[in-house]
């Protein structure tokens, strides 16, 4: 039998649509899952596919029918899921051939499999993929780890069902070890952000301005033809749309107001606070989610708190959707300077020359945070080549001056309405450290001299000096 050009374990939904889209892309795939009934099933339901399936019941079988060197996508579940497929692997595979971990992957796992398999002539790939469901079946994009010695082996697969922006692949080789899946971390921690915002403005509209689900998402709607238009606020038109067929009313009014979360944000936040990069939003965002989740404590304490009276946000209604308009815009340009702020400096760390302006490149189609506003992420760090921050290229300071004021009448009413908007608020109050010469840190400076003999450094002197406390 005519061997397949790649292989697959893991048939859920993310590894089934992933393997048709390879099938579709006109590549002969070998594909294996632990259950041998849920294989056979995926072949039968293939459809025109199954010519280009080869179902394999043993790990064996996956490793004899594909054309070495072999290359094998694992999508499992991350974590304890992936060893074990990994050393499975390693008993069937030999020099040459390829692992290819497709999951959302700790990077530092990722890390740790390199060196388990240096050594073992086996290659291993981190690869980020994104996009759900659908951006696997038709086009997700791809962020991949690895040497570029076992990227240009897999390319023409990757690039081929990878999603395409005006024709170009949104898949790329990103660097070495972790690299692909480093950078889809931060992708997912954007991508928190940039939910907790659209959420926070959909609070206002709700219950400031009073406005039913499907009134807002018009809003949205009109949103998506302008300078947020995205994959996210596109959906949240449609979701806020939808009725639910049990009861009528809309969808989102019967959906329990608790947000679950599978990791990935958190880690970007771990990974920013280490590498000492404020990442302030997407903190925001994923502690939003944890306070989401605490239902119980929170109707206990709006019990014991009372609710704010009705908020207050002015007559003028339209001048109102405007400043959310944009101040949804700034809060999205502080969330993503943050997450790629964080790329910068992870980088410089692990030494990966991850090129930003292509990462920039390949989320805009795809990717859960798909957006035209990446092409301008791209060109500014193309343009602007040593820029340290996003807020510092020249496109970006125009557009901040234009939406921070907005951003800020926004969260000042929204707090004085006691509506919570954490992560655009977060992003305001980086956007104001940020863009401040003198802070106040002398002071956090004098204090820790002051209880700690740290010393501090002087305005007008080189040098570590101590204050005159013990004569204060
Ligand atoms: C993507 C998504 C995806 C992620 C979901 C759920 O890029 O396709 O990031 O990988 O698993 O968004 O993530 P949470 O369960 O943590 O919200």
């Given at each position: 039998m005519e061997k397949a050009d790649i292989g697959l374990i893991g048939l859920g939904v993310m590894g089934s649509n992933l393997a048709l889209n390879i099938a579709e892309k006109g590549h002969r795939i070998a594909v294996f899952n632990r259950t041998a009934a849920r294989t056979t099933a995926f072949a039968e339901s293939a459809g025109a596919l199954r010519d280009r399936i080869v179902p394999c019941e043993t790990i064996e079988a996956l490793a004899a029918a594909i054309r070495p060197p072999r290359p094998v996508i694992v999508m499992v579940q991350a974590g304890k899921a992936v060893d074990e497929q990994i050393a499975l692997l390693r008993g069937v595979f030999s020099t040459g051939d390829i692992i290819i971990?497709?999951?959302?992957?700790?990077f530092r796992d990722t890390v740790r499999r390199f060196s388990e398999l240096e050594g073992s002539g086996l290659t291993f790939i981190g690869m980020g993929v994104s996009g759900g469901e659908e951006g696997a079946r038709h086009g997700p994009s791809i962020m991949v780890g690895g040497t570029e010695e076992s990227w240009r082996r897999v390319e023409p697969v990757l690039t081929a069902i990878s999603a395409k922006y005006e024709s170009e692949p949104c898949a790329a080789w990103l660097g070495t070890g972790g690299a692909g899946h480093f950078v889809k971390t931060i992708h997912n921690g954007i991508e928190y952000a940039d939910m907790q915002m659209i959420a926070e403005i959909y609070g206002v509209l709700r219950?400031?301005?009073?406005?039913?689900p499907k009134e807002i998402g018009k809003v949205f709607g009109a949103w998506n033809?302008?300078?947020?238009?995205?994959y996210l606020i596109e959906i949240t038109e449609t979701v806020l749309a939808a009725d639910d067929?049990?009861?009528?009313?809309?969808?989102v009014d019967i959906i329990l107001d608790r947000a679950g979360q599978k990791g990935t944000g958190k880690w970007s936040v771990i990974e920013a606070q280490t590498l000492g990069i404020p990442a302030t939003a997407i903190e925001a965002a994923v502690a939003a989610r944890v306070l989401s989740s605490m239902k119980t404590e929170r109707e206990a304490a709006e019990a014991a708190y009372g609710k704010l009276p009705a908020a207050s946000f002015g007559d003028d209604k339209a001048a109102v959707l405007a400043d959310l308009e944009l101040a949804l815009f700034a809060g999205k340009i502080a969330a993503y300077a943050q997450g790629f702020a964080v790329m910068k400096a992870a980088s410089k760390e692990f030494e990966w020359g991850l090129p930003l302006p292509t990462i920039a490149k390949i989320w805009r189609?795809?990717?859960?945070?798909?957006?035209?506003f990446l092409g301008t992420i791209a060109d500014a760090f193309e343009d602007g080549g040593t820029i340290d921050n996003l807020l510092m290229a020249p496109a970006f300071i125009g557009m901040m001056k234009e939406a921070h004021p907005s951003l800020r009448r926004i969260v000042a009413r929204a707090s004085e309405a006691g509506l919570p908007v954490p992560a655009l608020a977060s992003a305001l109050a980086y956007f104001d450290s940020y863009r401040q010469?003198?802070?106040?840190s002398n002071l956090i400076q004098a204090q820790r001299d002051f209880f700690g003999a740290h010393g501090f450094e002087r305005i007008d002197a080189e040098g570590a000096h101590h204050g005159p406390w013990a004569t204060a």
């Amino acid at each position: 039998m005519e061997k397949a050009d790649i292989g697959l374990i893991g048939l859920g939904v993310m590894g089934s649509n992933l393997a048709l889209n390879i099938a579709e892309k006109g590549h002969r795939i070998a594909v294996f899952n632990r259950t041998a009934a849920r294989t056979t099933a995926f072949a039968e339901s293939a459809g025109a596919l199954r010519d280009r399936i080869v179902p394999c019941e043993t790990i064996e079988a996956l490793a004899a029918a594909i054309r070495p060197p072999r290359p094998v996508i694992v999508m499992v579940q991350a974590g304890k899921a992936v060893d074990e497929q990994i050393a499975l692997l390693r008993g069937v595979f030999s020099t040459g051939d390829i692992i290819i971990d497709a999951g959302n992957a700790n990077f530092r796992d990722t890390v740790r499999r390199f060196s388990e398999l240096e050594g073992s002539g086996l290659t291993f790939i981190g690869m980020g993929v994104s996009g759900g469901e659908e951006g696997a079946r038709h086009g997700p994009s791809i962020m991949v780890g690895g040497t570029e010695e076992s990227w240009r082996r897999v390319e023409p697969v990757l690039t081929a069902i990878s999603a395409k922006y005006e024709s170009e692949p949104c898949a790329a080789w990103l660097g070495t070890g972790g690299a692909g899946h480093f950078v889809k971390t931060i992708h997912n921690g954007i991508e928190y952000a940039d939910m907790q915002m659209i959420a926070e403005i959909y609070g206002v509209l709700r219950d400031g301005l009073g406005m039913q689900p499907k009134e807002i998402g018009k809003v949205f709607g009109a949103w998506n033809r302008g300078r947020l238009n995205s994959y996210l606020i596109e959906i949240t038109e449609t979701v806020l749309a939808a009725d639910d067929p049990k009861t009528g009313r809309p969808v989102v009014d019967i959906i329990l107001d608790r947000a679950g979360q599978k990791g990935t944000g958190k880690w970007s936040v771990i990974e920013a606070q280490t590498l000492g990069i404020p990442a302030t939003a997407i903190e925001a965002a994923v502690a939003a989610r944890v306070l989401s989740s605490m239902k119980t404590e929170r109707e206990a304490a709006e019990a014991a708190y009372g609710k704010l009276p009705a908020a207050s946000f002015g007559d003028d209604k339209a001048a109102v959707l405007a400043d959310l308009e944009l101040a949804l815009f700034a809060g999205k340009i502080a969330a993503y300077a943050q997450g790629f702020a964080v790329m910068k400096a992870a980088s410089k760390e692990f030494e990966w020359g991850l090129p930003l302006p292509t990462i920039a490149k390949i989320w805009r189609a795809g990717c859960i945070i798909r957006s035209q506003f990446l092409g301008t992420i791209a060109d500014a760090f193309e343009d602007g080549g040593t820029i340290d921050n996003l807020l510092m290229a020249p496109a970006f300071i125009g557009m901040m001056k234009e939406a921070h004021p907005s951003l800020r009448r926004i969260v000042a009413r929204a707090s004085e309405a006691g509506l919570p908007v954490p992560a655009l608020a977060s992003a305001l109050a980086y956007f104001d450290s940020y863009r401040q010469a003198r802070g106040t840190s002398n002071l956090i400076q004098a204090q820790r001299d002051f209880f700690g003999a740290h010393g501090f450094e002087r305005i007008d002197a080189e040098g570590a000096h101590h204050g005159p406390w013990a004569t204060a």
